[in-house]
């Protein structure tokens, strides 16, 4: 008789990671539509993203092992729907405004590459509401090169140095854009080269803590991150936010497990945590209102109503029942 297979264990929920998900949304659109002038908190907000995913990812990817056709399945269902979505109405919009920017444009949107295609129209220069999208292209192009690690028979059980040293080629990259100046590609810090930096950094050193454990200090999480806060105050010299920020909240992420109580119930708390469950639909709508705040009935604080109105119609009628229907039937 064949002695029964072990049934695999369900992914377990932490709350406080749904917090720290809806901190970075609410730093971004802290700075968006209620900025303060001696801080940039939008960056913070989309590094906390990045640390995160790279976080997650390092263990979905190398620590579960969890199949490539899996995790690319669950990342489809995860973002395409609700993105695909937001870039049509983006596109179509525009082009009922009479400011259609061309095929090649909407099919670099499409396929993640906006960052850099076309070559003579920066992103953050689009009539189209899509400057934010090169934060999610360095998210996909990097889910992209850790896939290509698990195919690779020599990275494996090495991938920590791998991530690491991508991660410091990414900063190094970062440094040589700001010495070359005007000389430097178009899309400078906004391309994956660059950006991508905190998230390698965090799987990397994710990895690791695991192949090589050790203690643990629960006030690491909560220094590192106010450290980390601290080099996006604007006036701090370039370097701490390019080169000492990613590593700092690498860090920060990577302890939030063994941080103390109060850090991780204040992440849990379940305001927080609603954020972060529509933080996804609330990070591309935002960008529409962002543009047109001017113009929104009551300014900014107006703009923000509209953005949690179309973050949940998003969430509630596209991103949550696409995800349900393509998990269970894909």
Same mark, same amino acid.
Request: charged content about 10%.
């Given at each position: 008789?064949?002695?029964?297979?072990?049934?695999?264990?369900?992914?377990? !929920? =932490? $709350?406080?990671?749904?917090?720290?998900?809806?901190?970075? =949304?609410?730093?971004?659109?802290?700075?968006?539509?209620?900025?303060?002038?001696?801080?940039?908190?939008?960056? #913070?907000?989309? $590094?906390?993203?990045?640390?995160?995913?790279?976080?997650?990812?390092?263990?979905?990817?190398?620590?579960?092992?969890?199949?490539?056709?899996?995790?690319?399945?669950?990342?489809?269902?995860?973002?395409?729907?609700?993105?695909?979505?937001?870039?049509?109405?983006?596109?179509?919009?525009?082009?009922?405004?009479?400011?259609?920017?061309?095929?090649?444009? #909407?099919?670099?949107?499409?396929?993640?590459?906006?960052?850099?295609?076309?070559?003579? &129209?920066?992103?953050?220069?689009?009539?189209?509401?899509?400057?934010?999208?090169?934060?999610?292209?360095?998210?996909? !192009?990097?889910?992209?090169?850790?896939?290509? %690690?698990?195919?690779?028979?020599?990275?494996?059980?090495?991938? !920590?140095?791998?991530?690491?040293?991508?991660?410091?080629?990414?900063?190094?990259?970062?440094?040589?854009?700001?010495?070359?100046?005007?000389?430097?590609?178009?899309?400078?810090?906004?391309?994956?080269?660059?950006?991508?930096?905190?998230?390698?950094?965090? &799987?990397?050193?994710?990895?690791?803590?695991?192949? !090589?454990?050790?203690?643990?200090?629960?006030?690491?999480?909560?220094?590192?991150?106010?450290?980390? &806060?601290?080099?996006?105050?604007?006036?701090?010299?370039?370097?701490?936010?390019?080169?000492?920020?990613?590593?700092?909240?690498?860090?920060?992420?990577?302890? %939030?497990?063994?941080?103390?109580?109060?850090?991780?119930? &204040?992440?849990?708390?379940?305001?927080?945590?609603?954020?972060?469950?529509?933080?996804?639909? %609330?990070?591309?709508?935002?960008?529409?209102?962002?543009?047109?705040?001017?113009?929104?009935?009551?300014?900014?604080?107006?703009?923000?109503?509209?953005?949690?109105?179309?973050?949940?119609?998003?969430?509630?009628?596209?991103?949550?029942?696409?995800?349900?229907?393509?998990?269970?039937?894909?």
């Amino acid at each position: 008789m064949t002695p029964a297979q072990p049934s695999p264990q369900p992914a377990v !929920h =932490i $709350d406080y990671l749904d917090g720290w998900r809806g901190l970075a =949304i609410l730093l971004v659109l802290q700075s968006h539509f209620l900025p303060v002038k001696a801080w940039d908190s939008g960056a #913070l907000g989309v $590094d906390l993203f990045f640390v995160l995913s790279g976080w997650l990812m390092a263990g979905m990817l190398f620590i579960k092992r969890q199949p490539l056709p899996t995790f690319f399945k669950r990342r489809i269902s995860r973002i395409v729907p609700g993105f695909f979505t937001f870039v049509l109405l983006a596109y179509a919009m525009t082009a009922w405004c009479g400011t259609w920017p061309g095929i090649q444009d #909407l099919l670099a949107s499409l396929l993640f590459l906006r960052t850099y295609l076309p070559a003579d &129209a920066h992103i953050w220069g689009s009539a189209v509401p899509i400057g934010h999208l090169w934060s999610l292209n360095a998210e996909e !192009h990097s889910y992209l090169y850790m896939a290509l %690690l698990v195919l690779l028979p020599l990275a494996r059980r090495r991938e !920590h140095w791998v991530l690491l040293l991508t991660g410091v080629a990414c900063l190094g990259v970062a440094y040589l854009y700001a010495r070359a100046g005007r000389q430097a590609p178009a899309w400078g810090r906004l391309g994956t080269e660059v950006a991508a930096a905190p998230l390698m950094l965090s &799987a990397g050193y994710r990895l690791l803590r695991e192949r !090589h454990p050790g203690g643990s200090a629960g006030w690491i999480t909560p220094v590192a991150a106010l450290l980390a &806060a601290l080099c996006y105050v604007k006036g701090a010299h370039w370097s701490t936010r390019t080169f000492a920020a990613p590593v700092l909240l690498a860090v920060a992420m990577n302890h %939030l497990a063994q941080a103390g109580p109060w850090l991780q119930q &204040a992440l849990s708390a379940p305001w927080l945590r609603q954020c972060g469950l529509y933080s996804f639909s %609330l990070y591309l709508w935002q960008q529409v209102f962002y543009v047109s705040r001017g113009a929104m009935p009551f300014g900014p604080l107006g703009a923000l109503a509209f953005v949690a109105l179309a973050g949940w119609c998003s969430y509630r009628l596209v991103e949550l029942p696409a995800r349900r229907f393509l998990n269970e039937r894909w």
